[in-house]
């Protein structure tokens, strides 16, 4: 995602879905370093949003602001997270990301966004599943 304000995610990936539960879900978007390092500290955090995998699969289309860790608007910054049924039986979906109006953390460049998932546990636990870089 070099210098693009408006990314959209393209990696593919599976996340077991079960009706019955409650699937805490943390998005995290970062603006990635020169060089190709990846740093995730708060000062390359462009916005995160948290939302349930049971409201992305009822929804089939979500759209949340971006906050930032103060719990402050990360502006006009947002995330959409697109779900797809993939079988009939309705066993898998295919989510999509996307990121509109991204903060330009950049000096003499736009930002080089990449996006970190995190699946959370009953006791507030932070597990990363996938970062997109």
């Known amino acids: 995602m070099r210098s693009n304000l408006n990314p959209v995610f393209s990696k593919i990936f599976w ?3 079960f009706f019955e539960e409650m699937q805490s879900l ?3 978007v970062y603006d990635a370093q020169t ?3 990846t ?3 708060d000062d390359d955090l ?3 949003a948290q939302c349930t995998l049971g409201q992305i699969v009822s929804q ?3 759209t949340k602001p971006l906050m930032l860790k103060n719990g402050k608007s990360a502006g006009k910054s947002t995330i959409t997270i697109t779900a797809e049924e ?3 039986t309705n066993d898998y979906v295919e989510l999509t990301f996307s990121a509109q109006k991204l903060d330009d953390k950049d000096l003499f460049s736009k930002s080089d ?3 970190e998932i995190y699946k959370i546990d009953a006791d507030d636990t932070e597990h990363l599943v996938r970062r997109t870089e």
């Open 46 to 48: 462009l916005g995160a």
């Open 35 to 37: 060089g190709g390092e």
């Open 60 to 62: 089939t289309k979500i």
């Open 39 to 41: 740093c995730c500290t």
């Open 15 to 17: 996340v077991d879905y």
């Open 86 to 88: 993939v079988s009939e």
């Open 113 to 115: 966004p990449f996006m």
């Open 26 to 28: 943390m998005f995290e």
